[in-house]
């Protein structure tokens, strides 16, 4: 069974100190490793796709890394208003598209 | 476009009443899913749909009843609502060809 695990569970940073969150996965065969941000009373919102060890992919502050068992997503000079749950999922197996998410990472960016 | 919209944003409940979540897409996509977000749990598949007329268990489809006529709409139905059930519901939807899965703004739903 695919089994996604995120950590921290929380992460609290001050406005422009750099740090990573980790997604590591377990899965029989990768079809792709998803990240989404989740605002608090909102619904997830997509980021990024990597589909390969090696990949990476940037959009703004962010950038995702993936290896073979893990995903960073690291995070630049963070401002407070990239606080939000950081959530990361896989494809699930004989589901069409949908997806199996990890517990998720809460970043809290104080100024 | 309205994207994907869902209501109730609100609902408290009873045990054993039933209600219907209600789902709706403008997209024209062909995938639906419903999850429910617990805390510490992330999201859990609990049904969804390839197509209309077409629709399939998730990780955790107890209690719950689904159903897909139109391509747009895919509601939720809880049968006998459980204090277990009290979550946050999102419905998303999807092309088939993809995974970019685009989230409702869900339903906070408490069952008392």
């Known amino acids: 069974e695919d089994q996604v695990t995120q950590s921290p569970e929380a992460l609290r940073l001050q406005e422009g100190e750099s740090s990573s969150l980790n997604c590591s996965y377990t899965?029989?065969?990768?079809?792709?490793l998803f990240w989404y941000r989740q605002d608090p009373g909102k619904g997830p919102e997509f980021l990024f796709t990597?589909?390969?060890a090696g990949e990476e992919k940037e959009k703004e502050r962010l950038k995702a890394t993936l290896t073979k068992k893990e995903s960073f997503l690291h995070i630049t000079a963070p401002k407070p208003e990239d606080s939000a749950t950081y959530l990361c999922?896989?494809?699930?197996?004989?589901?069409?598209?949908?997806?199996?998410f990890g517990g998720g990472t809460r970043l809290m960016v104080k100024p | 476009n309205a994207g994907v919209t869902q209501t109730p944003k609100f609902q408290v409940l009873k045990t054993g009443q039933s209600m219907t979540l209600q789902c709706a897409q403008d997209m024209n996509h062909e995938y639906m899913s419903w999850y429910r977000q617990d805390p510490g749990m992330g999201l859990r598949l609990i049904h969804y749909s390839v197509g209309a007329g077409i629709t399939d268990q998730g990780e955790v489809p107890n209690g719950y009843n689904v159903s897909r006529s139109t391509t747009e709409d895919f509601p939720l139905r809880l049968l006998s609502a459980a204090p277990s059930q009290t979550s946050v519901y999102f419905c998303a939807s999807s092309y088939a060809g993809g995974y970019e899965q685009f989230f409702g703004p869900g339903t906070r739903l408490t069952v008392l």
């Open positions: 990597l589909y390969s």
């Open positions: 999922a896989v494809p699930r197996d004989n589901a069409g598209n949908m997806l199996t």
């Open positions: 899965v029989s065969g990768l079809r792709g």
